[in-house]
T-cell receptor, first 109, second 114 residues
Framework: GQNIDQPTEMTATEGAIVQINCTYQ??????LFWYQQHAGEAPTFLSY??LDGLEEKGRFSSFLSRSKGYSYLLLKELQMKDSASYLC??????????WGAGTKLIIKP | DAMVIQNPRYQVTQFGKPVTLSCSQT?????MYWYQQKSSQAPKLLFH???????NEADTPDNFQSRRPNTSFCFLDIRSPGLGDAAMYLC?????????????FGPGTRLTVT
């Protein structure tokens, strides 16, 4: 079966750095997405990785290792507004997104 | 701005009373999706359309139907809502060319069943 695993919840301090991990087992691979979802709102796109390595976009970076079925999202200089759920999703061989349940990130002052 | 619009944002219906949720897009994307998302869970794909071609997920209950009368609009019909159908319903769009298939989401409709 297809499976995406990520921690249920993480806590970090404002101004710090946090890494959210995601491991996956899917039928084929056409890229990995990270989305941010604030409570009661729709997911918004953060990043896309299809090749191994690190993609940096401002305070957010995303890393992919296809051989290990592993990705992480790195958030730097955390702000209170970063409190949200972060969803990892993998596009399978049928170009369908397989979603993780999300990691709820709690930022403390 | 190009966007995905969902109406209404909040919908309350009675147990067993049919309800229709709507989605429209100005992105001119050829693919549209309906997801159901319950609290602290992953979005669950219900249906998607590649242009006019309808694709029903195997585990989507028969109680859920969808219509896409044209490129811009898509509807989700719940024929007899049960208490377990209370959830956030998300509409999303994407394109199938260019090798990058980011999905753009509407704001969602939160359905309450009483």
């Amino acid at each position: 079966g297809q499976n995406i695993d990520q921690p249920t919840e993480m806590t970090a301090t404002e101004g710090a750095i946090v890494q959210i991990n995601c491991t996956y087992q899917t039928s084929g691979f056409n890229g990995l997405f990270w989305y941010q979802q604030h409570a009661g709102e729709a997911p918004t796109f953060l990043s896309y990785n299809v090749l191994d390595g690190l993609e940096e976009k401002g305070r957010f970076s995303s890393f992919l290792s296809r051989s290990k079925g592993y990705s992480y999202l790195l958030l730097k200089e955390l702000q209170m507004k970063d409190s949200a759920s972060y969803l990892c999703a993998v596009m399978d061989s049928n170009y369908q997104l397989i979603w993780g349940a999300g990691t709820k990130l709690i930022i403390k002052p | 701005d190009a966007m995905v619009i969902q109406n209404p944002r909040y919908q309350v219906t009675q147990f067993g009373k049919p309800v229709t949720l709507s989605c429209s897009q100005t992105l001119n994307h050829n693919v549209m999706y309906w997801y159901q998302q319950k609290s602290s869970q992953a979005p669950k794909l219900l249906f998607h359309y590649y242009d006019k071609d309808f694709n029903n997920e195997a585990d989507t209950p028969d109680n859920f139907q969808s219509r896409r009368p044209n490129t811009s609009f898509c509807f989700l019909d719940i024929r007899s809502p049960g208490l377990g159908d209370a959830a956030m319903y998300l509409c999303a769009t994407s394109v199938t060319s260019g090798g990058f298939y980011e999905q753009y989401f509407g704001p969602g409709t939160r359905l309450t069943v009483t």
